[in-house]
């Protein structure tokens, strides 16, 4: 008699959250060639920084409405007065340097859109598929591919890009899949 089967495991990271659930189910590690996209999320991963995902999926759309859709071409020409602004808006996580990166990483943005594109300037850092891992201890927090893309993006313009948040930015936007072997999503 054959073993019933057991249902496939989603990724351990996501919890019970329903928020970090569907995130995980329908985001997470999916390719993404959206510029307008990509950038969000490079930028949102930024924000991260010190803090948990979780805290910024709960406030995402308070970013979104505070940043006018992560319109780089609006960003890219805000000021003191839009940094005070963003400074007092409890929907983000106000803190200086992170804005004020923001509007550097805008800048930088459309200077990558004219010269080429930035879908083709953050894809290239890419790193060959790979099978995927079969446990959160296989997954690493950096790569020699994240390290690169760090760097690219800081000669570029933009700020709070390490390698540690420019590998959850390749892991967010499916760059590369670290969906569990055992999830159903991958």
């Not at 490079?42 to 940043?67: D, K, N, P, V, Y």
């Not at 992560?70 to 200086?96: N, Q, T």
Request: a neutral charge; one cysteine or more; proline letters at 9%.
């Amino acid at each position: 008699m054959p073993l019933p089967m057991t249902p496939a495991a989603r990724c351990p990271w996501c919890g019970e959250d329903p928020l970090y659930v569907a995130y995980h189910d329908t985001e997470w590690g999916r390719p993404e060639r959206d510029a307008r996209a990509l950038w969000e999320s490079l930028i949102l991963e930024g924000f991260q920084a010190g803090l948990s995902w979780i805290t910024i999926l709960r406030r995402r759309e308070g970013f979104r409405a505070a940043f006018h859709g992560f319109r780089p071409e609006i960003i890219a020409g805000w000021g003191e007065d839009e940094v005070l602004r963003l400074l007092a808006d409890d929907r983000i996580i106000r803190h200086r340097g992170k804005i004020e990166g923001t509007i550097r990483g805008a800048q930088a943005f459309l200077r990558l859109e004219s010269q080429g594109g930035f879908v083709p300037f953050i894809w290239r850092h890419a790193p060959p598929s790979r099978p995927r891992p079969r446990s959160m201890a296989e997954v690493p927090a950096q790569t020699p591919e994240s390290a690169a893309l760090s760097k690219a993006l800081k000669k570029e313009g933009f700020n709070f890009c390490g390698p540690t948040i420019t590998y959850a930015f390749m892991q967010a936007s499916g760059l590369v899949n670290d969906h569990l072997e055992s999830c159903p999503h991958g």
